[in-house]
């Protein structure tokens, strides 16, 4: 295979007021193959989206690069600044991560294609409009004559996405830089996507270079691989090789610590037993659901009816969710799947009662007999809070930017009256923190000084504080890479185990959901479609919905063995 | 909720002790240091401030109102008024000898040897000052210090005023919405439907003159800008996940809007604040100027102003300068000064 595009000792280093410059890329060195596909694959921080940039030369000015970029013999780095806007675009193109923020909502998708084909091309204005319906058909965008004037917020993540490809191939690039095309998107529509870009790759004849964060997306699109951690490439090689025989550590762990469909270890691995040695016991034994149980927790006939206003006095409604029925058992996990829009963190919300629900029960077990929550005056709830608790997505928004770990630990115990004084609450909060896995120094910071994963334990900690019997996770781990996702996942399994917790488990990831539930319910347009233990519901879905799903999952992992430790 | 320096002892007995780590406040500090521009205006600020604190107590231009100087008195660099205008006509040829009709006459030895013994020390007027004088010859620089003491006090505290108001009032409607925001929207749309200036002086009318009244009408009037920019800012804050959360572990409302959400939003209300600060100085010198602001026997920038339109016909501009420069350095320096504030107290909610 011949190269379209070599990078040779690429370092980029960002200057950040007086402080040192930071390096975000090391001295990276690989090749992009004619007619191929390349995977750049890394956690957040790895500087793969930075390495992309500088071969469009679209990084900010305070970005300081040296090495060399080579695409047909020409160093991109010394090209001047006429020649990178006649590349980009025409030779090489970029498809981003939010396809609803790379798309001017100004202007309809048509006059968005058509300028790309005009400026490069110089068709006139009527045949580049002409030739943006054919790209749009070509992207399998439905009713592409009529689709083409609409604008950008009138159509849906996924044809937002295909808009932005038939962009991306409207010159007919050589090389297409997908920059987490996918991450944004439904699994469904996630399957959709990845099938359009290969078509199009093999019958444009491009090469593309994929940038993921998902390893199991990379099984399924690319020929080659490149691993990325920290500016550094740990590994490179196609991607039968580096999938079937992990040589770094790194690499071993990315691969493994990943929850899949086919296996269910009592632990999962995590970057650091990898990068420490130790020995992984491929054989222990695996996890399996448990359904039995007390129930803690009924809800029956949820529903939820959103108000929308149409007009002055006329409005229409928009059920959420409707007629949602199930039993949470202690120390059990229930996942709830579903796609973004299926309503499952309104159900979550809801039966918390931080949405007001509109109809249905929520009945709680307490020592004199259930007691429905919704019906409860606002001052019996406050008491009640204390055993229902939630974890939510986004672990940056959750805490209060303005309160340190100490404030934000100890104000649900004040609440609740938890501990004599505030000493004795310090000193539970303290070992509250070591329990989570961070040190009691901690508790002085302020939550912008923790990494994602550290900030999602502060808000685990913030939830066990008040020893609650339910907790609601709701896409508790989906913001997080996927080494902090395995480490915050094991985190939540010895939880449960050490205080008898019951979890709804809220995502929208299959293999997740799998992994940590004993009961899973499958959610869509408001209603749960199906429901059965986990084991169950993956081997042999009943409802046509829930295949689709299941079909949807990227492969990539399968049928790989647990890589043994070097 | 203070937790400030305090030694915890952990579940395996371990003594830490820590001190809260660089909080949000001293990063604003650090980011405001590096704006150099930001740091000149706040210095500038901080002397007006203290200048006025201390004419409030009276260590400085207490003698604002001696009559120290020739009336219009020009500044000690355009030297004495020497021009016609103000000479007294001399008269010319020999004195004419009344003595034989003025009955007074005899005892003027006696009248003149009384006067040396009482030794009246009238204090010769001045010819000049640093910088002139007004009509009645007081020294227009110490009426402008005296000037900035009211202006200044005026423009904060009604500013303090307005913003209570504002950000109480919005926070009430974009939490909770529903009935109470739609009344308070409501009220909010009638206010702005009269004009400002209007109101003001209907106010003004009702309540008479006053430095306090001057504050409260001010305060009454100038809360509409902050309460639309918070109402905004908690109805975005409000659903926001750390509030869910708050709620979630039993918080009440008030705590959340006072205690959650308003500490992120205070960089909009400071930045509001200090805009409202400006605003209220030029609309003293503006209720002055038409008469409706401070008492006629104390002095702001704006009777200054007041008084500088009649001097300007004779020629007389030192008391439109200094009143003018003192205010345009504030109020420009203020203005810079928020600006950095701005900058400096977003924070970064990622």
New interface residues.
């Given amino acids: 295979m011949t190269t379209l595009l070599s990078i040779a000792d690429l370092r980029v280093s960002f200057k950040v007021?007086k402080e040192q410059p930071f390096e975000a890329v090391k001295g990276i060195s690989f090749d992009v193959p004619v007619n191929g596909t390349l995977a750049l694959v890394g956690e957040s921080g790895s500087g793969k989206s930075v390495t992309a940039m500088s071969i469009l030369r679209l990084l900010p000015v305070t970005a300081a690069i040296s090495g060399s970029i080579l695409y047909q013999g020409s160093n991109l780095l010394d090209a001047s600044s006429e020649r990178m806007r006649e590349l980009r675009g025409r030779d090489i193109s970029v498809i981003f991560q939010e396809p609803m923020s790379s798309l001017n909502p100004v202007f309809t998708v048509g006059d968005q294609i058509a300028e790309v084909i005009r400026l490069h091309e110089h068709l006139s204005r009527r045949k580049a409009w002409q030739r943006a319906i054919e790209l749009l058909e070509e992207v399998g965008l439905p009713e592409p004559k009529q689709r083409v004037s609409s604008y950008p917020h009138q159509l849906s993540g996924g044809q937002q996405q295909r808009v932005m490809i038939a962009m991306a191939i409207a010159c007919k690039p050589k090389l297409l830089i997908a920059d987490e095309p996918t991450t944004a998107l439904d699994v469904t529509i996630q399957k959709q996507i990845l099938d359009l870009l290969a078509r199009l790759r093999e019958s444009h004849q491009m090469s593309m270079l994929f940038i993921t964060h998902d390893l199991a997306v990379v099984g399924d699109i690319a020929d080659q691989v490149v691993v990325m951690e920290k500016g550094e490439i740990r590994e490179q090689g196609p991607v039968q090789a580096v999938f079937h025989a992990a040589k770094h550590p790194y690499t071993q762990a990315l691969l493994s610590c990943r929850p899949r469909l086919d296996v269910r270890p009592r632990r999962l691995p995590v970057v650091a037993d990898y990068m420490q040695g130790r020995i992984l016991d491929a054989n222990a034994p695996q996890r399996t659901p448990r359904v039995d149980g007390e129930i803690v927790l009924e809800v029956r006939h949820l529903g939820k009816r959103f108000e929308l206003k149409d007009g002055l006095f006329s409005h229409s409604y928009f059920d959420a969710v409707k007629d949602v029925s199930f039993n949470l058992k202690r120390g059990r996990t229930l996942g709830l799947v579903g796609e973004s829009g299926s309503g499952k963190t309104t159900v979550g919300?809801t039966l918390?009662r931080?949405h007001k629900a509109s109809a249905g029960e929520v009945l709680l077990k307490t020592e004199s007999g259930p007691k429905d929550l919704l019906k409860l005056s606002e001052h019996d709830m406050?008491?009640l809070?204390?055993r229902i608790?939630?974890v939510?997505?986004?672990p940056?928004?959750?805490?209060?930017?303005?309160f340190?770990v100490?404030?934000i630990l100890?104000?649900?115990m004040r609440?609740?009256n938890i501990g004599g004084n505030?000493?004795e609450r310090?000193?539970l909060?303290?070992?509250m923190l070591?329990r989570v896995g961070l040190s009691?120094?901690a508790?002085?910071?302020?939550p912008?000084?923790f990494s994602g994963g550290q900030r999602q334990r502060i808000?685990i900690a913030?939830c066990l504080t008040?020893r609650p019997e339910i907790l609601i996770c709701d896409e508790s781990v989906s913001a997080l890479d996927v080494s902090v996702q395995a480490q915050v996942l094991n985190l939540l399994l010895d939880l449960q185990d050490e205080f008898g917790l019951s979890y709804l488990f809220i995502s929208h990831d299959l293999a997740v959901v799998r992994y940590i539930s004993d009961e899973v319910m499958v959610m869509n347009g408001g209603s749960i479609v199906e429901v059965a233990d986990s084991d169950t519901i993956y081997r042999d879905p009943q409802n046509p919905y829930t295949k689709r799903l299941l079909e949807s999952i990227p492969k990539g992992l399968q049928g790989l063995a647990i890589p043994a430790v070097a | 909720?203070s937790?400030v320096s305090?030694s915890?002892?952990?579940?395996g007995g371990e003594i830490?002790s820590?001190?809260?780590?660089a909080?949000?406040w001293k990063q604003v500090a650090k980011r405001l240091r590096?704006d150099a521009l930001g740091m000149a205006s706040l210095v500038v600020v901080l002397a007006f401030v203290l200048l006025s604190l201390f004419v409030a107590l009276g260590w400085v231009a207490s003698g604002w109102s001696v009559e120290s100087a020739v009336p219009y008195a020009p500044p000690d660099f355009l030297g004495p008024d020497t021009s016609p205008a103000l000479k007294i006509e001399q008269p010319t040829g020999p004195m004419l000898d009344l003595s034989s009709v003025d009955p007074l006459a005899p005892h003027y030895a006696d009248i003149d040897k009384r006067a040396k013994e009482l030794a009246t020390a009238a204090k010769p007027k001045l010819l000049t000052l640093p910088f002139g004088a007004d009509r009645s010859g007081r020294d227009v620089l110490l009426k402008a210090i005296k000037g900035s003491e009211v202006s200044i006090f005026v423009g904060l505290a009604a500013a303090v005023v307005a913003t209570a108001l504002g950000t109480f009032l919005g926070a009430l409607a974009g939490f909770f919405g529903g009935i109470v925001g739609d009344v308070l929207e409501w009220f909010y749309n009638v206010f702005t439907a009269v004009p400002g200036i209007l109101l003001i002086f209907a106010f003004a009318a009702v309540l008479g003159r006053g430095i306090g009244t001057v504050v409260v009408i001010l305060g009454l009037t100038g809360w509409t800008s902050v309460y639309r920019l918070l109402r905004a800012e908690y109805i975005k804050h409000s659903t926001?996940?750390?509030v869910?959360?708050?709620?979630?572990?039993?918080?009440?409302r008030a705590t959340r809007m006072f205690v959650?959400i308003l500490?992120?939003v205070s960089h909009v209300i400071l930045v509001q604040m200090s805009l409202n600060v400006v605003f209220f100085i030029k609309a003293e010198v503006i209720l002055s100027f038409l008469g409706l602001g401070v008492p006629i026997d104390s002095v702001s920038w704006g009777t200054m102003l007041n008084e500088a339109q009649a001097e300007l016909i004779l020629g007389k501009w030192w008391q439109l300068v200094a009143a003018t420069v003192f205010m345009a350095v504030f109020v420009t320096a203020f203005s810079v000064l928020t600006d950095a504030l701005r900058d400096a107290l977003d924070?970064?909610?990622?």
């Fill in positions: 007021g919300l918390m931080l406050t008491a809070r204390r608790q939630i939510f997505q986004n940056y928004a959750s805490l209060n930017p303005r340190t100490a404030q100890t104000e649900p609440i609740h505030e000493r310090l000193e909060t303290a070992a070591e009691p120094g508790l002085w910071k302020y912008h000084e808000a913030r008040m | 909720m937790v305090t915890v002892a952990t579940a830490i820590s001190r809260r780590s909080g949000v590096g926001r996940e750390y869910l959360a708050a709620q979630a572990i039993g918080t009440s959650h500490p992120n924070p970064k909610l990622r």
